[in-house]
């Protein structure tokens, strides 16, 4: 998307923090069609990303904007109307929510990306080091806990995503009603074992790594056809 060829194109990243993803892809991007929006829950997140020289030396049009929003909120971001994103980023963002908010995040999502527009995931995966070393007092339910700060983080399966994902979206987003589902094009587990030589220590790395898809205009048609053929056939 960073590609000086590339063409119009807009990057929503939700739970930006301190803009350690916006600001190196502001800094190799040679797209001057590129709109970025940087997202957080915490203002000041967001206060930190607007201080960066980098972020106040923008020429008009800025290619980043930053604001505060809530993805599991009613409200879509500002700035950002209902298909209107190309590309959703949300790394470790779902973690942090509890379980019943993930359906909203799905709707919000679904209602902002274009037909075709994409999301790429990233998260912990059950069985994670970060997992095993929560004491029984952090536990709030299976694989939800929360840590000393009071902040709260989730470790999924790869089966629980994948369903969560492919389930049908219903409900309301943005004054846009939903009834359609992601596709998953790619879903998989990352495990690593990082070793600290120093401390003689191995630590047992789990992370969920997936690729979504909201069905395009076409898709839609094929599917709505396929449909009707298998009705025609039934009768």
Same mark, same amino acid.
């Given at each position: 998307?960073?590609?000086?060829?590339?063409?119009?194109?807009?990057? /929503?990243?939700?739970? %930006?923090?301190?803009?350690?993803?916006?600001?190196?892809?502001?800094?190799?991007? @040679?797209? &001057?069609? /590129?709109?970025?929006? %940087?997202?957080?829950?915490?203002?000041?997140?967001?206060?930190?990303?607007? $201080?960066?020289?980098?972020?106040?030396?923008?020429?008009?049009?800025?290619?980043?904007?930053?604001?505060?929003?809530?993805?599991?909120?009613?409200?879509?971001?500002?700035?950002?109307?209902?298909?209107?994103?190309?590309?959703?980023?949300?790394?470790?963002?779902?973690?942090?929510?509890?379980?019943?908010?993930?359906?909203?995040?799905? @709707?919000?999502?679904?209602?902002?990306?274009?037909?075709?527009?994409?999301?790429?995931?990233?998260?912990?995966?059950?069985?994670?080091?970060?997992?095993?070393?929560?004491?029984?007092?952090?536990?709030?339910?299976?694989?939800?806990?929360?840590?000393?700060?009071?902040?709260?983080?989730?470790?999924?399966?790869?089966?629980?995503? &994948?369903?969560?994902?492919?389930?049908?979206?219903?409900?309301?987003?943005?004054?846009?009603?939903?009834?359609?589902?992601?596709?998953?094009?790619?879903? %998989?587990?990352?495990?690593?074992? /990082?070793?600290?030589?120093?401390?003689?220590?191995?630590?047992?790395?789990?992370?969920?790594?997936?690729?979504?898809?909201?069905? $395009?205009?076409?898709?839609? $048609?094929?599917?709505?056809?396929?449909?009707?053929?298998?009705?025609?056939?039934?009768?």
């Amino acid at each position: 998307v960073t590609k000086e060829d590339y063409g119009p194109v807009t990057v /929503l990243e939700v739970g %930006a923090g301190a803009g350690n993803t916006a600001f190196p892809l502001m800094a190799m991007n @040679r797209n &001057r069609e /590129l709109k970025l929006h %940087a997202c957080d829950y915490s203002a000041r997140a967001i206060d930190v990303i607007r $201080s960066q020289p980098a972020y106040i030396a923008q020429e008009s049009p800025a290619v980043l904007q930053a604001d505060v929003w809530d993805i599991a909120s009613q409200e879509l971001p500002p700035g950002l109307a209902a298909g209107s994103v190309d590309l959703v980023l949300l790394i470790f963002i779902f973690s942090a929510l509890s379980p019943d908010q993930w359906t909203q995040a799905l @709707r919000n999502i679904f209602t902002l990306l274009k037909p075709g527009g994409e999301v790429l995931f990233r998260d912990y995966g059950r069985g994670d080091l970060a997992q095993v070393r929560f004491k029984k007092g952090r536990y709030l339910d299976e694989n939800f806990y929360v840590r000393g700060d009071g902040t709260r983080v989730y470790f999924f399966e790869e089966q629980e995503l &994948r369903d969560l994902w492919s389930r049908s979206i219903g409900g309301v987003a943005g004054g846009v009603e939903q009834t359609a589902a992601f596709e998953v094009q790619n879903l %998989a587990v990352d495990r690593r074992m /990082l070793v600290n030589r120093q401390r003689k220590l191995k630590m047992y790395r789990c992370w969920m790594q997936g690729h979504f898809r909201k069905p $395009s205009q076409a898709d839609e $048609s094929a599917r709505k056809s396929e449909s009707c053929n298998n009705d025609l056939d039934v009768k």
